[in-house]
């Protein structure tokens, strides 16, 4: 099977940017303090036929007419207002990974609000107090609405310019197509006990092995997001160049040389500067051994600069460790392995003897862990499975503290990947009320029971 480049075919072309926007809406918050009615963008969800495979169609669903969707931009501190329109069958939502806002701005069902019905607009509305790279899906049938091309980035820049002149977004998703371009299954029990159902086709910004030009002698800010349900990217590069790590989840880290495969699972992102080689070369963006694109230095104008400063930190509180109360997370397999062939979702993880029960509105009427507001915390994370998870928290950010698979440099981040048998522990300071959930970023574990809702009050 070869893939060539993806071409949209057919499907409604659903974003205006409105407002202030001038030169394509990047800058459209130029000009305005504090506006919270209105929007900025309008951003339509739509069935999208897609030629991932050369010469078939797709049946995606999209934002903003691509998938992944279309890139949304705001600056740190501001206000981000999206009118969500909802033109496909099926009811839906939007949670906004890694934006600590306030709960009903969440995109939880039954939680922070109820589901956006077809043909339905809903108006989200929040300040972004951090700049770094998020991404946007919905919290909805998950394993299919995210599967068919839900997802979609979100970049806060920093209120000051930083010393990036360049930067490209890179969006991997991994879509679970077959030889004709028809969706396989989201979710099959027996691998969703296992590490999830992984797609077939790699992508980056929705193209397979993509060539990507970037300019010869310059520091390209490159933002890589994991938007794939399932897959964790063993990130390296091969070839000339040097990249160094500026950001982990959306959180500055003080910069350091990327080193031999960083493991990003589903969720999680990362921030790198790239020395650009000289015009003509080449590098690889592999995933482990197996290329994922290619990075192409192209001639181009401007001098060479040196590294940009670490970027500013971003106003998260910092735990009182000294202080802080001790909860315990056990991450557990329920240990019972679905026949080939069944197809209602089962209950096969758990948190603290608890499986979440996705058909269940009332689960997060009854939370595992109730936080004081204004009060620290230290979580202890312990996986007692053989599968790694991402654990993701909403609305607030945690600062990974330790671990006893691997030295931590402390840094706060939204999601973490706890290794098999890993235990970790991750501290914060409950600063945001609410009900929040808190899950395996592999959807379908999350699906099958390893979801937890945290109470802030
Ligand atoms: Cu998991």
């Known amino acids: 099977m070869s893939f060539t480049r993806r071409q949209i075919l057919a499907g409604l072309s659903g974003l205006a940017v409105v407002g202030l926007g ?11 303090k504090e506006a919270p009615s209105g929007h900025d963008y309008e951003l339509i969800a739509a069935p999208l036929d897609l030629e991932l495979v050369p010469g078939h169609q797709t049946p995606a669903w999209a934002f903003g007419g691509a998938a992944p969707g279309m890139e949304l931009r705001a600056r740190q ?8 329109i909802n033109k496909l069958a099926v009811p839906t939502t939007i949670h906004w990974h890694g934006i600590r806002l306030p709960l009903e701005m969440d995109g939880v069902p039954y939680v922070s609000q109820l589901p956006v019905l077809p043909g339905e607009h809903f108006d989200y509305r929040f300040r972004v107090p951090d700049a770094g ?13 995210l599967g068919r091309g839900l997802v979609g980035p979100l970049i806060v820049e920093e209120r000051e310019p930083t010393g990036f002149a360049h930067e490209r977004t890179l969006s991997l998703k991994n879509w679970h197509v077959d030889e004709q371009g028809g969706f396989l299954p989201f979710s099959v029990p027996r691998e969703a006990a296992r590490n999830g159902t992984l797609g077939r086709l790699s992508t980056i910004n929705g193209e397979a092995n993509p060539i990507l030009d970037l300019p010869a002698g310059q520091i390209v800010r490159l933002r890589l997001l994991n938007l794939d349900n399932t897959a964790t990217y ?10 160094r790590i500026y950001a982990l989840d959306g959180n500055p880290v003080e910069p350091r040389p990327l080193g031999e495969d960083y493991w990003l699972g589903p969720g999680m992102r990362i921030c790198l500067a790239l020395r650009v080689p000289a015009a003509g070369e080449e590098i690889a963006l592999r995933d482990g051994p197996v290329r994922l694109g290619t990075l192409r230095a ?17 106003p998260v509180a910092e735990p009182d460790l000294a202080n802080a109360e001790k ?5 557990e397999w329920v240990g019972t392995t679905p026949a080939a062939g069944e197809t209602a979702a089962p209950s096969l993880w758990q948190i603290n003897g608890v499986a979440w029960d996705i058909n269940d509105k009332t689960c997060a009427d009854r939370p595992i862990a109730r936080l004081k507001q204004g009060k620290s915390y230290i ?3 312990k996986n007692m499975t053989q599968y790694q998870h991402p654990v993701h928290l909403h609305g607030m950010s945690f600062k990974v503290i330790a671990s006893n698979r691997r030295k931590i440099i402390p840094y706060f981040t939204d999601t973490f990947l706890l290794g ?38």
């Open 22 to 32: 001038v030169g394509g809406g990047a800058r459209y918050w130029l000009g305005r």
């Open 77 to 84: 501190g501001e206000w981000l207002r999206v009118r969500f």
């Open 133 to 145: 790279s998020y991404w946007y899906h919905p919290h909805v049938n998950s394993s299919e609405q």
């Open 234 to 243: 063993r990130l390296n590069l091969k070839g000339l160049g040097e990249a």
């Open 298 to 314: 192209v001639p181009a104008e401007g001098a060479t600069v040196g590294w940009p400063a670490a970027l500013p930190a971003n």
């Open 327 to 331: 909860l315990n997370f056990n991450f």
């Open 379 to 381: 979580f202890e994370l």
């Open 420 to 457: 098999r048998n890993e235990r970790a522990q991750v501290a914060l300071v409950a600063d945001n009320p609410g009900t929040w959930m808190f899950h395996c970023h592999v959807i379908d574990h999350m699906e099958t029971g390893l979801m937890a809702a945290i109470e802030v009050a």
